[in-house]
């Protein structure tokens, strides 16, 4: 039986929405920037602290880090799909009008390299919370503008671009053989947890989206060795990133 169980829900009104956890906090957050970064890993969760202007909670217990006026990051609030699509339902229920997930993933190709960046342009929605958001035949892309902006500024900072279709599923040890030859031959570029579920969030409201990938491992079902360039850490994507964003929104 297919996800969701109760039939055609996507025009039904919900019991509760993010802009309810919003205005129990006190309503429209003034503070909050037209863009927001979402990261799960440390390194750039460290590396967001230490160039942050200034910081407020906006709903519950999250907190957002102001890097401008015009961008904004949150971070340290877990993994995964479902967890990523709570955080962006409430900053869009903030105030904010683009969100970029900013994260590692895996990749599937061998020829891109360690110290590159992925830019997916769309993602097999292979997870649960996209499918209450969207039916299961339409797709869900991050968009073209702004996927060309970070572009730009990715190449002009000196980090290769890969473009191409990501692979999104939550169960990271449900990651079969068969199935990471399958994406890997359809020319799938990565592997990631929450990008189909972010791009639904944001289409369903009605926000841009984007996503920048750091090659963290290699998902391949054979021997074999990456070259060896030197990583291209998250926190040195960071600056293009938010360079990217800022010149977008204005």
């Not at 869900?140 to 970070?150: A, F, S, Y």
């Amino acid at each position: 039986m297919p996800i969701p169980k109760f039939g055609d829900k996507y025009d039904l009104p919900a019991l509760f929405s993010p802009e309810d956890a919003v205005e129990a906090h006190g309503g429209k957050v003034p503070e909050m920037p037209p863009v927001v970064i979402l990261g799960f890993e440390d390194e750039l969760f460290e590396a967001v602290n230490e160039r942050a202007t200034d910081s407020v909670n906006y709903v519950r217990n999250q907190e957002l880090q102001l890097l401008d006026e015009s961008v904004g990051f949150v971070g340290d609030f877990g993994i995964g799909p479902t967890v990523t699509a709570i955080i962006a339902e409430n900053v869009i229920a903030a105030g904010a009008e683009v969100v970029c997930l900013l994260c590692g993933c895996a990749s599937l190709q061998k020829d891109i390299g360690l110290d590159e960046a992925i830019l997916p342009t769309r993602a097999i929605r292979d997870e649960g919370v996209s499918h209450h958001y969207l039916p299961e035949g339409e797709k869900v892309e991050t968009t073209p503008k702004l996927t060309d902006r970070l572009d730009s500024a990715l190449t002009e900072s000196g980090i290769g671009t890969h473009r191409g279709p990501t692979w999104s599923m939550g169960a990271m040890y449900r990651e079969t053989i068969p199935e990471i030859d399958h994406y890997a031959s359809k020319g799938i570029l990565s592997l990631g947890m929450a990008e189909s579920a972010l791009l639904a969030v944001a289409a369903y409201r009605r926000v841009d989206a984007a996503v920048v990938h750091e090659v963290g491992d290699y998902l391949t079902t054979d021997e074999w060795e990456p070259n060896a360039d030197e990583p291209c850490s998250l926190p040195t994507m960071l600056d293009p990133t938010i360079e990217a964003l800022r010149t977008y929104i204005s």
